[in-house]
C-alpha cells in the first residue's frame, strides 16, 4: 500500500487546507519521512495479535502505519482541533480508535479494559511530545503492567540518559528508574530535518522491554526513587554528599560498610543492584535522620 500520510507536501496542504499550525504547547513537530517511519514499525516488530498504543498521532503518519500493522489501534490526542483530521486521513481503516485526553490524565488500564482478551500483546509505539516525555514514561511504567514493550522517538539527550549505563556520562537517576523495570536500548538516531516545524534538538528511536520479572525487587519503591533521585541530587558530590541532607551520616557509613564499598564513591559508578540493596537497608534500618 502507498502511504498517503507523512511525507512534506502532504502535510504542508493538510495544514494550510485546515487552517492549522503546530502549536508549541502540545510539542507538535510533524514526522515527514517515511523511511523513519518504516524504521519505527519494524523496530516494534507488530501483528495482528497485538494492540498498537499511540501518543499524540498528530496528522495520523505513524499512526497510518500502525493500523496496517498492527491487529489495532488506541490513540490518545490530546488536540481537539486534529480529531476530524485524523478521522478523514484515516477513514480508509477502521481498527483504530482516536481518544481526545490528555495520556498523564488517562487511568490506561481502565481503558485497556475493553481489549481484554482479544490481543496477545500490547505494545506502545509513538513520537512522544518531548516537554513531557519523562512524566509520560514514568506515568506510564509505574501504573501499568500491561504494556510489555515500548518503542518512542524522544530527544536524544533524553535517549541517553535512559540509556545510559554505569560510569558514563549519560548514567543518572532516569537511567536506574527505567532500567529498574525494563530493558532499554537505542534503536537509532533521528535528524531534526525530518520533521516540520524542524525542532532545536536531534532525536533518537528507543525501546523499552518491561522484564517478565524484576531483576531485582525493592522492599519499599516508594522509597527507593526517592533514594535515586536524592543520590543525583548534585551530580559532582560523593553519595555520601548526596544523602547526608536526608539519611545521618552514621548510616550512610554502615549502609557503604555493609556492602563493601569505598567511602567516597559517587552515585554514577555503582549499578542498579546496589541501589535496590541500599534501598533495602535503609528501609530495614531506618530511613530519617
Request: charged share 30%; net charge neutral.
Amino acid at each position: 500500500m502507498q502511504n498517503k500520510i507523512g511525507n512534506k507536501s502532504f502535510i504542508d496542504k493538510t495544514l494550510n487546507d485546515n487552517n492549522l499550525y503546530a502549536k508549541k504547547k502540545f510539542g507538535q513537530n510533524f514526522l515527514k519521512d517515511q523511511n523513519i517511519l518504516s524504521k519505527i514499525i519494524e523496530a516494534a516488530n507488530l501483528d495482528k495479535d497485538t494492540l498498537a498504543i499511540e501518543i499524540g498521532p498528530g496528522l495520523g503518519s505513524l499512526t497510518e502505519r500502525l493500523c496496517e500493522s498492527a491487529g489495532f489501534v488506541l490513540a490518545y490526542e490530546i488536540d481537539i482541533d486534529l480529531i476530524p483530521i485524523l478521522n478523514e486521513n484515516l477513514k480508509e481503516h477502521n481498527n483504530f480508535k482516536i481518544v481526545n485526553k490528555d495520556i498523564l490524565e488517562v487511568d490506561i488500564n481502565k481503558d485497556l479494559l475493553e481489549y481484554e482478551g482479544k490481543y496477545k500483546n500490547i505494545v506502545l509505539v509513538a513520537n512522544l511530545p518531548y516537554y513531557i516525555t519523562t512524566p509520560i514514561i514514568l506515568g506510564l511504567l509505574e501504573n501499568t503492567k500491561k504494556i510489555k514493550k515500548y518503542v518512542m522517538m524522544v530527544q536524544l539527550e533524553v535517549a541517553d540518559r535512559i540509556c545510559g549505563k554505569p560510569k558514563t556520562k549519560d548514567y543518572n537517576a532516569l537511567s536506574i528508574a527505567i532500567g529498574y523495570r525494563a530493558n532499554a536500548y537505542k534503536n537509532f538516531n533521528v535528524p531534526r530535518t525530518v520533521f516540520i516545524p524542524e525542532p532545536n534538538v536531534d532525536s533518537a528511536v528507543i525501546s523499552l522491554d518491561l522484564y517478565e520479572k524484576p531483576q531485582y525487587i525493592a522492599k519499599n519503591e516508594d522509597l527507593f526513587f526517592k533514594l535515586i533521585r536524592e543520590s543525583f541530587n548534585q551530580r559532582r558530590k560523593t553519595l555520601i554528599n548526596n544523602l547526608s541532607k536526608a539519611y545521618s551520616k552514621e548510616l550512610i557509613n554502615n549502609m557503604l560498610n555493609e556492602f563493601n564499598i569505598k567511602q567516597n564513591v559517587r552515585s554514577e559508578e555503582l549499578d542498579i543492584k546496589t541501589f535496590v540493596d541500599f534501598s533495602n537497608y535503609i528501609s530495614e534500618n531506618g530511613d530519617k535522620k
